[in-house]
Structures are given as C-alpha cells and as structure tokens.
C-alpha cells in the first residue's frame, strides 16, 4: 500500500490523502473484525492504480496484501481460485506450471486481480470481454463480517452485480476465474497512415486476435499493435520477480520519453514534432512469448487518464473526432489516443453492458494540467453515448449515469440493501451511488 508519513498515494499522484487509520487484516476473521469494528467510511484499495478518488476516505483503509496466491484450481470446468490481493505481474506464474493461463489481460499489469474486476478493467479484442466478464463466482465479505459466495446458481443477483462493483457491495476476499490451456503469442507493431488505418480499421480488429492503436493527433501515422496465437518458439518463461522488476525499472526509451515530455511542460512548441518522432521510435519489432508475458507494457511515466466506451461501430468516428478537437484547441500532450476493442457482457455495472465496445483512452502527463484537455474530450464521449471507465477520470452525474446503464438503479437498490449505513461509500461514490 502507498503510505508514506501517513498519507496514502495512487501510482499517478492525483489523488493523495489521510486515512483515519490502516488496518492488516490476516484472514477472513481478522478482516470481519476490522469491518465491523472501523469507524468512517471504509475502502480497501489495491495497488492505487486507479486515477479516480475511488478510495479516498478520512475513515479506515484496509489492506488486503494477506489474500494473496493461488487456492485451488478445478481442471474440469476450468476454473482458478484467486485471493483477491494476487497481482496480475504473479498471476501467470502461478497459473502456468498448472498449463493454464487468463483468456486476455491489460495492457498494464501493476494492478491487484480484486482492483481489476472491481473497476472492468480490460484488454482489447472484438471477442473478448474484461477481467470482471470471466469472473465464474467469488467470495465476498459483507458488513456484518458474513462471508457469502456469488456465482451465477448462488446469491445470483449478487453474482450479476459484483462482478464490477467497485468495492459498494463488500470487500472481495478470493475470486474464481476462468482460464485456458496456455498459448504463445505473438506480437507487432506496424505503422498505418491515418486515412488508411480508418479505412481498414474493421478488417485489422477482425483479423486478429488482439488488435489496438495508439495515436499521436499531431501525426500522420498511427501506431498499430497486434497479437495473435503462434507455435513459434518462445524463449525460456519468465520469473514472478523478473515480471515485477520490468514494471518498475525504466528502460532508456522510456528516459527519452518522460523527457520530452517534461520539455513540453515549458515549451509547448515541441509537441508536434515531438509526436511524429514517438510515433515512429515506437518499437516494430516481433515477439514471440507466453500470453501473460507479452499482453502488459512496462508504463513508468506517470500520467492520468480518462477513458470511455461507445459502441463499437462509433469508435472509429470519435477517435478521429477527438483528434481534430484536441490539434484545434493547441492543448499541449504528450501521450497518444488509445483504441480497444471488448466483447460485450451482462454486469450491471460493466461500460460494455450489451454492446459491443471500442475504448478510446486519453491521457496526460501527471505534471500537466489535464482539466482542459478531459473537458474537451469528454463533451464528445458524451455525444456518441460514452460510458465511462470507472476508475478513471470522468464527470458524469447520477442522472447521467442512470440514462447510459440499464441496471443502474438496480445495483444502487442492491447496494442500500447489502449496505444501508453506507459503509462502503465515500465522498466520491456517495453522490452517485447512495
């Protein structure tokens, strides 16, 4: 957990504050106790990579680094038992001598398994859903200390609601996942000019497995990043620790980049022929791994970000809307749009809620002001009938909210009848949620 002097920090640095008190819990016992007995609002942050004030709280913070590692594994149906604290970067360890691993994973792996069913975070492919959508049941931890398990035969509409709950209906303690036998992937980049990316776009999502692009406004290439099952050799698996370490360290591309961009903070100028440059030093070379090695990208400079979900046949018409609107307004970024695409689902809660996605994601450095630019970009989410990322910036009201999620009103019934102190809330969910 990051508490440094007291106070508790997200990955970006955007959202710090005081916690009342932080509590250790060892078990499912010790963790009732801390429940039932904290004062305030009580969150249980993962590793805070989360830009939203999802946990911010003056009440209690608890830490679930206890529930970690594998408890069991049903080859039949194909299922993982996970304790809810388990990384994602020690997930595929732990996954890959049993000859199993995730059906697909995010870009980022810093995350804990609980924080990313939580908050729907995802990866991209048309055919794919999120982390929350192969969620098969989980244990969960009510405010009266209960222990109940979720699954789609027991407490049903519980299953159908948390499995992106964002911490509202009781603290997840193990969560059983559904996995595959294990597979190799490999991965390119490729450069596409503008106009041609958005003319084959539905072709090259459709072609691969896994297919997204990144794209700098001010350049005439898109960078396009693909990832497709292979039997090539694939070099000797990676350990736990090394997959820790290459989330941590910065590699020398990465120098460069944090560079120019702290450069832009004063001198705006450099920003377009900065992005041509980024668009085409992005590495184009092949690689062959295991899944859970090649999916996630180190990401060491700190940035925040915003990110919404529009039908799928949209997706292509706001990337490109978006881009027009930010080289209009000269705001000053460092960072490229990010296209995905995810399956849809049936969480109550879940932006692909019944349709089809494409993600787009916007970013800025964490040492910009990022006020202007996610205004102006979320005014055109907005008018394409975006969904927000939940824990990510956004703006969206109550009223807003209920309109764009067909289950909205139902999970916040749920959420009053599991919660009626509101325990779980917090200064931020309070008003959308209570």
Not at 165 to 176: Q, R
Not at 201 to 224: I, Q, T
Request: with cysteine; proline share 5%; hydrophobic share 40%.
């Amino acid at each position: 957990m990051n508490i440094v002097g007291g106070k508790w920090s997200n990955w970006s640095g955007n959202v710090r504050f005081r916690p009342r008190a932080v509590i250790e819990p060892a078990d499912e016992v010790d963790l009732a106790v801390a429940v039932r007995k904290a004062e305030g609002h009580v969150r249980f942050p993962g590793n805070g990579h989360s830009f939203a004030p999802l946990n911010q709280t003056d009440g209690t913070l608890i830490d679930l680094s206890a529930f970690s590692g594998l408890k069991g594994f049903d080859p039949e149906r194909e299922v993982a038992s996970i304790a809810a604290a388990t990384p994602l970067w020690g997930l595929g360890s732990l996954l890959h001598p049993l000859g199993y691993a995730l059906k697909n994973m995010a870009d980022i792996d810093r995350q804990t398994l609980g924080g990313a069913v939580a908050t729907g975070t995802h990866g991209t492919g048309r055919a794919l859903g999120s982390l929350s959508a192969e969620v098969a049941s989980f244990r969960l931890l009510l405010t009266t200390g209960e222990v109940i398990h979720c699954s789609p035969e027991e407490n049903a509409d519980i299953y159908a609601a948390g499995r992106l709950s964002l911490g509202l209906l009781g603290v997840m303690t193990e969560i059983d996942m559904k996995v595959r036998p294990i597979y190799k992937l490999q991965r390119k980049y490729f450069l596409h000019p503008v106009e041609e990316l958005f003319r084959q776009l539905d072709g090259l999502v459709d072609a691969n497995r896994n297919f997204s692009f990144f794209w700098f406004p001010h350049s005439d290439v898109v960078v396009c990043r693909s990832l497709n099952e292979t039997e090539c050799h694939a070099p000797i698996r990676h350990s736990a620790r090394t997959l820790f370490v290459r989330g941590e360290r910065r590699r020398a591309d990465e120098y460069v980049f944090a560079g120019l961009a702290e450069a832009m903070r004063y001198v705006p100028g450099l920003m377009k022929p900065t992005q041509k440059f980024f668009s085409t030093f992005m590495s184009k070379r092949q690689k062959v791994r295991w899944s859970h090695e090649v999916y996630p990208s180190a990401r060491t400079v700190r940035y925040t970000a915003m990110e919404y979900a529009v039908p799928y046949e949209n997706g292509g018409d706001v990337v490109q809307e978006l881009s027009a609107a930010i080289r209009k307004s000269k705001i000053t970024t460092a960072f490229p749009l990010v296209f995905r695409t995810v399956a849809a689902d049936d969480i109550w809660l879940s932006p692909f809620f019944g349709r089809d996605s494409a993600t787009i994601t916007v970013h800025q450095y964490a040492k910009m002001d990022s006020e202007k630019l996610f205004d102006l970009c979320e005014a055109i989410f907005r008018n394409h009938g975006g969904r927000p990322h939940w824990a990510k910036l956004h703006t969206a009201t109550r009223e807003e909210l209920t309109a764009l999620y067909p289950k909205y009103e139902e999970f916040c019934a749920l959420r009053r009848k599991l919660d009626l102190q509101g325990k779980f809330l917090n200064e931020h969910l309070s008003p959308l949620f209570a």
